[in-house]
């Protein structure tokens, strides 16, 4: 059992490693900040079950959406902008 979960341990911490020089800062940040959401959510649905009051469920998976689709629009726009250099450049 032990040598299951270091294998996962280190199966997680070398998914997260890029190189072996170093660690994606990228990855490790969106990593904490959904580790962080994910609790946060978990708080918040813990606390409307005992109260049984889910009013602003709407509001909040309306800011989770719009959040997911801001982050997936910058990335497109990235990827655009660097088609576009590499179309510019081979001109």
């Known amino acids: 059992m032990k040598k299951k979960l270091q294998e ?4 997680v911490m070398n998914s997260l490693n890029t190189s072996k020089a170093g660690w994606s800062a990228r990855k490790l940040t969106a990593f ?3 580790a962080c959401v994910i609790m946060a959510h978990g708080a918040w649905l813990k606390t409307c079950f005992f109260s049984e ?3 602003l469920l709407s509001e909040v998976l309306i800011i989770d959406y719009s959040f997911v689709a801001a982050l997936l629009g910058m990335t497109t726009y ?3 902008k660097q088609d ?3 179309d510019n450049e081979s001109k």
């Not at 996962?8 to 199966?11: A, V």
């Open 32 to 34: 904490s900040v959904m």
């Open 53 to 55: 009051d889910f009013s």
């Open 8 to 11: 996962i341990l280190n199966n």
């Open 78 to 80: 990235q990827n655009i």
């Open 84 to 86: 576009e250099k590499k």
